[in-house]
């Protein structure tokens, strides 16, 4: 998309958002649109820690979002 694209990660687990976000700045490394990827996160990308599925659930119902 573009440098104002947002990205919202929900999980139950820190583990995942670490992994996660090791995997990324791993991936962006090959990307050639790079520097578009970087600022979009790290001006519009969160990652939410929620205590179940359920509430990640409601969360994701919650957000306006375009993809899930």
Same mark, same amino acid.
């Given at each position: 998309?573009?440098?104002?694209?947002? +990205?919202?990660?929900?999980?139950? %687990?820190?583990? !995942?958002?670490?992994?996660? *976000?090791?995997? /990324? &700045?791993?991936?962006?490394?090959?990307?050639?649109?790079?520097?578009?990827?970087?600022? +979009?996160?790290?001006?519009?990308? %969160?990652?939410? !820690?929620?205590?179940?599925? *359920?509430?990640? /659930? &409601?969360?994701?119902?919650?957000?306006?979002?375009?993809?899930?």
């Amino acid at each position: 998309h573009d440098e104002m694209a947002k +990205s919202i990660l929900i999980t139950t %687990s820190e583990k !995942i958002i670490r992994e996660t *976000e090791l995997e /990324i &700045e791993k991936q962006i490394q090959t990307l050639s649109r790079m520097r578009i990827i970087e600022s +979009s996160l790290e001006n519009y990308a %969160s990652a939410l !820690i929620v205590q179940s599925i *359920e509430e990640a /659930i &409601e969360l994701s119902n919650d957000i306006d979002t375009e993809h899930l």
